[in-house]
């Protein structure tokens, strides 16, 4: 393999690992505020256990995210040096802002994870409100940098290369901030929603059925729910400014090859190139003109319109789209179930094929993310930055890349096992110290029904 | 000062503060792993309860000046990025490897102890990381990263993969060693403990003064524009620190750990600046100024934007965390 595909193969890798802690970096925060600040209004220790529970897991699951997090602001240079040569004056002062949100995230954990003896009830309470800002103020941060890579904007170029009135400001607001930063903020909802969620349905269905059980599924679901719903609105108006914006992209995603007219939608499938069509997919007659410009007889760009060059994989954006929203729109109906069960029986539903389903949608929410990305990032190929620079230009010319990715899978496979591993023996030894006798009580009601 | 000028010594100093900080979080890891004797455990009990807190914000320093490089100085970054790969990506992986060893072992004591591979990885990536970082100052100090039109010039092991690389590196893990046990006087201050760690001090500083006077004899030789630095406009900083360095030893040695520990932090606050002010106007001698590879004046007053309200946030949040948690040794605040 080449520099180029070794460097996209290590980014990548290191990009999918870290996403899936980050997001809980951005959504468990804000479950802890809540949970603990119930527990100050009612006084119910149940509240103060789900809080206690959650900031254990979270002290190892925010330290691999932010070690995983620091080994993605290295490769950035380390990987790709041309490009941010050429691009960190523009596009570096999110970068910068997000390193104070890091900061303030990491200070105000301190004061979280090791206060708990040292601060008053309220004291500690309020420590966990700027970790629930700042988390989400560094995912929005750092996606701008993102949204610029994809509608770079800011500055001009001169006709020796050179940079020319470079305006940092405009470069962060740039067109796609509007909707790519919404929708990943609350995608981190969803995906800590349900894997909370997924957490306690498990312990239901072990026979765990108590008041911490219930209501931890319930919060998890509180947000998955009202994030999910929104993620539907903001990923709907992504789409439409791909359409607009990065039209090579969008054609990719839908497996469109030939640039015509009342486009139709097509549903999985695999886009061939040897055929300029989608095989086995689903034709839904004018589906996509309407979505993507609310008008039937909308023209929409192929894939044949774009020189050879400068398309995508049709194949892995196509796939990972329908992926990411077919996913996306089985778990919206699985939250909404669930919902509509909750509030007619005023009582959290338990229900072994229910729990079942939520279980596998802790790690469904996931692929679901990780799917949502490779969107995002195989669609802008072959550009790094879209029109601008290219990927194969961009990548370092260092020896060893290799065995660098060799290493770092082996070390984000043990840190996955590892961290795996630990949070199974935090949640055994809750129980251990919280006394078996609830626990088995409840294990044998499972055996008698 | 220019802009440029003024963007540059803000991240120099957040060098500084990562140094002194998050040095002294290597340096426990360090000691993590030669704990030894019948107080091995309190040890590590005690390193351990001095970094839980404060090492992830300690660590922030860094990506902070690493995102600080590349907005405002691209070009140096992507040299910089483009001829260390090798040490810095080996860092990298120390960086990774630490951290989250010692997470696992905070949070998950008794499955993850101090015996348990996870326990050798902490010690061991905490002395790999300075090691490498010290050999990627050696190579851009040693002024062997060449730069002609703009592209590398050099190969990806000059400068640091040398004989001199190694002794910086060693330099760097032994300030750690003498900054964390410094400190961990002051930390375990009236406990048998306060000894354990004099001792380990007293080792660290004489090690890492015996490094240091062989790193500044040898620099006219192996690294003419740090010698430059050192004896040029650096001077008076480096007579600071050749003054500096038997007192701070002195202090250790006669148990005056908050004396101590101030002036162990000024030895490396006097090293840094000596080179940094002698170094000046190159990032890089001698192909890379800090004017020439600056990004546009727009960029860098956003910047200062940026890092002013930072900041405001930054700063008032940071002494909250030491007040509540090194509180009874609030020097440690700086």
Known sequence: MDNVALARLTMGTSLCFHIAFAVLGVGLPLLMTVAEGLWLRTQDAVWLKLARRWSKAFGILFAVGAVSGTVLSFELGLLWPRFMAFSGAIFGLPFSAEGFAFFLEAIFLGLYLYGWNRLSPVAHWLTSIPIAISGAASALFVVMANAWMNTPVGFRLGPDGRLLDVNPVAAALNPSTATEDPHMLVSAYVVTGFLVASVYAAGMLRGRVDAMHKRGLALGMAMAGAAILLAGVTGDASARFVYQAQPAKFAAMEGLYETRRGAPLHLGGIPLDSEHRVVYGIEVPKALSLLAAFNPEAEVRGLDSFPVADRPNPILVHLSFDSMAGLGLLLGFLAALFWALTLRRRQVPDRRPLLGALVLAGPASVAVLEAGWFVTEFGRQPWVVYGILRTADAATTAPALGPTFGIFLVIYAGLAFTTARLLLLLAKRARAEEGEAGDRSARRRRVVS | ?334
Request: net charge neutral.
């Open chain 2, 1 to 334: 000062m220019t802009k440029p000028e003024v963007v540059a010594a803000i991240l120099w100093l957040s060098l500084t503060a990562y140094a002194v900080l998050a040095g002294a979080d290597f340096g426990g890891g360090l000691w993590d792993l030669l704990a030894i004797g019948p107080r091995a455990a309190d040890q590590r009990q005690a390193i351990a309860e001095a970094m839980g807190p404060v090492w992830e914000a300690n660590h922030v320093w860094l990506i902070f000046m690493i995102v600080g490089l590349f907005t405002a100085f691209p070009s140096a970054f992507g040299i910089l990025a483009l001829a260390l790969y090798l040490p810095l990506t080996i860092a990298m992986t120390g960086i990774v490897l630490r951290g989250a060893a010692f997470a696992f072992r905070g949070h998950a004591q008794e499955a993850v102890g101090p015996l348990s591979p996870w326990g050798a990885i902490f010690g061991a990536a905490s002395s790999i990381t300075p090691f490498f970082l010290g050999t990627a100052a050696a190579a851009v100090v040693s002024g062997s990263i060449k730069v002609t039109g703009g592209r590398l010039a050099s190969d990806f092991t000059a400068g640091w993969a040398t004989p001199y690389g190694g002794l910086v590196g060693a330099f760097a893990v032994a300030i750690c060693a003498y900054l964390a046990a410094t400190y961990l006087t002051v930390e375990t201050e009236g406990t048998p403990l306060e000894d354990d760690f004099r001792r380990r001090a007293i080792a660290a500083g004489l090690v890492s003064g015996v490094l240091g006077i062989a790193g500044l004899v040898l620099a006219p030789a192996a690294a003419p524009p740090l010698a430059q630095a050192l004896f040029g406009r650096g001077l008076p900083l480096t007579v600071l620190a050749l003054l500096n360095g038997p007192l701070a030893l002195l202090a250790v040695w006669r148990s005056r750990p908050r004396l101590a520990r101030i002036a162990v932090i000024a030895q490396v606050v006097f090293v840094l600046w000596a080179w940094a002010i002698g170094q000046w106007p190159y990032l890089v001698p001698t192909d890379v100024t800090i004017q020439g590879s600056a990004a546009p004046e727009s960029t860098l007053s956003a910047l200062l934007v940026v890092i002013a309200a930072g900041m405001a946030l930054l700063l008032p949040s940071l002494w909250l965390l030491f007040r509540v948690f090194k509180a009874r040794n609030p020097a440690v605040i700086l």
